[in-house]
C-alpha cells in the first residue's frame, strides 16, 4: 500500500481538477503518508486485541485474529472457506504448483475447503499480524444475489483460492472493522454489518468475479465443492470415491480428473489429509488422545494413523499436538478502551 517513490505516478497538475496548470509535487507524498499511518493505526488496534501469540477470538464468532512472532517453515495447513487479510508480514501458500504470497497489500481468498502448506515471515521485532474472516454461506448467496441482479460480468473460470491486491476502500472496511473490535457494543452492533461490507469488497474485487464462479456451485467446480463440503461434514463416515463420484453424477475417472483440478490432490489423498488435520485440532484443542482422535476421524486402526500422521506432518501425534498448544492457543480478546 505504501508506494515506492521510484513509482510514483507523473505529478498531478491543477488543470486536472480545473485549474490553472501549476504541478503538485506534494499529492502522491501526502496520500502515501496518509496510508502509511492507517496502517500503523491498524497494526496498533490489532495488537491490543492479539497481545500473545497464537489465535485470539472476538465477539465476532466468523472473525479470528492470528499473531505469529517468529518465521515459519512450510507446514501442512488445510482451511476452510475464509477471507485472510494481514497487517504485517508474509505468508505464502503452496498449492500444487502455485505460490500464492499475501501480505499487507495481497489478501487470500479461500472458497472452497483446501489443503496446502504454508510458510510464515515474521520476527520478535515485527510479527506477523492478521485476520481471518470465515466465509458464510448464507451472506454470500445474498451478497451474490444482489450483484448478479446488476453486474454483467464475463464468465470467469472459478478458482478454489486466490490473492488479490488490497485496495483502499477495503483496507478502510477492514480498519473500521478492526476499530469496532476494540469496542464490545461496537462489535456487536456494528460488525455484523461491516464483515458483510468486507465481503461484499471481496467480491466486487479484481478476482471477484472468479470468486463469484467458484461460490455458485453451478458446473463441475461446483460439484466437486459439493462432495468436499460431504467430506468435511463427517470425518468418521464410511466414505469411498466410488460414493462421491455418483452423488457428484461423474463417473470415477471423470470424478478423479475434476477433483484433482480443484485441489490439487486425489480425493483419497484430500480425504486423508482432512481426517489428519481435524484429528490434530482435536488433540489440540480438546486434549484428546490420539487413539480417541484417530477414531473420531475415521481410523480403525491406531498405529495406521500414528504412522500416516507421523508421515504427513513430520512428528508423532503427541509431538505435534504438544506444539499446537504452545504456538497456536486460542484466546479471548483483550477488548480496553482504545484512543
Same mark, same amino acid.
Given at each position: 500500500m505504501h508506494m515506492p517513490m521510484h513509482l510514483l505516478p507523473n505529478p498531478?497538475?491543477?488543470?486536472?481538477?480545473?485549474?490553472?496548470?501549476?504541478?503538485?509535487?506534494? =499529492?502522491?507524498?501526502?496520500?502515501?503518508?496518509?496510508?502509511? #499511518? =492507517?496502517?500503523?493505526?491498524?497494526?496498533?488496534?490489532?495488537?491490543?486485541? #492479539?497481545? #500473545?501469540?497464537?489465535?485470539?477470538?472476538?465477539?465476532?464468532?466468523?472473525?479470528?485474529?492470528?499473531?505469529? %512472532?517468529? =518465521?515459519?517453515?512450510?507446514?501442512?495447513?488445510?482451511?476452510?472457506?475464509?477471507? #485472510?487479510?494481514?497487517?504485517?508480514?508474509?505468508?505464502?501458500?503452496?498449492?500444487? %504448483?502455485?505460490?500464492l504470497e499475501f501480505d499487507a497489500e495481497h489478501y487470500l481468498v479461500v472458497a472452497v475447503p483446501m489443503p496446502f502448506t504454508s510458510a510464515t515471515e515474521a520476527t520478535e521485532e515485527e510479527p506477523f499480524l492478521g485476520l481471518s474472516i470465515r466465509v458464510d454461506r448464507t451472506t454470500l448467496a445474498d451478497l451474490m444475489f444482489a450483484i448478479d441482479q446488476t453486474q454483467n460480468d464475463l464468465p470467469a473460470m472459478p478458482k478454489g483460492m486466490m490473492t488479490t491486491r488490497m485496495d483502499e476502500r477495503l483496507s478502510e472496511t477492514v480498519q473500521r472493522l478492526l476499530e469496532a473490535l476494540n469496542s464490545p457494543l461496537e462489535a456487536r452492533v456494528l460488525g455484523p454489518g461491516i464483515v458483510r461490507e468486507i465481503c461484499y469488497r471481496v467480491l466486487m474485487g479484481e478476482q471477484g468475479a472468479a470468486m463469484r464462479a467458484a461460490l455458485t456451485s453451478q458446473g463441475q467446480f461446483g460439484r466437486i465443492a459439493k462432495a468436499l463440503r460431504r467430506i468435511h461434514a463427517d470425518y468418521a463416515a464410511d466414505i469411498d470415491v466410488g460414493t462421491l463420484a455418483a452423488e457428484a453424477s461423474m463417473s470415477v475417472p471423470a470424478f478423479h480428473v475434476h477433483f484433482k483440478a480443484v485441489t490439487q490432490c486425489s480425493p483419497i489423498q484430500y480425504l486423508k489429509s482432512a481426517r489428519l488435520h481435524q484429528a490434530r485440532l482435536l488433540m489440540a484443542r480438546n486434549d484428546m488422545t490420539a487413539q480417541a482422535a484417530s477414531a473420531q476421524v475415521g481410523y480403525e486402526s491406531p498405529s495406521q494413523f500414528s504412522r500416516e500422521f507421523k508421515r504427513y506432518f513430520g512428528r508423532s501425534p503427541g509431538e505435534e499436538a504438544s506444539a499446537m498448544r504452545r504456538h497456536l492457543m486460542v484466546r479471548p480478546a483483550q477488548m480496553t478502551s482504545f484512543p
Open positions: 498531478i497538475k491543477a488543470q486536472d481538477f480545473g485549474g490553472d496548470e501549476v504541478e503538485n509535487h506534494g =499529492s502522491f507524498l501526502f496520500i502515501s503518508e496518509f496510508e502509511g #499511518a =492507517s496502517v500503523k493505526r491498524m497494526i496498533a488496534l490489532h495488537q491490543q486485541l #492479539a497481545q #500473545a501469540e497464537g489465535y485470539t477470538l472476538t465477539v465476532l464468532d466468523d472473525v479470528r485474529l492470528t499473531r505469529s %512472532n517468529c =518465521s515459519t517453515t512450510k507446514t501442512p495447513a488445510m482451511s476452510d472457506p475464509c477471507i #485472510a487479510i494481514v497487517l504485517q508480514g508474509r505468508k505464502r501458500a503452496y498449492f500444487g %504448483n502455485d505460490v
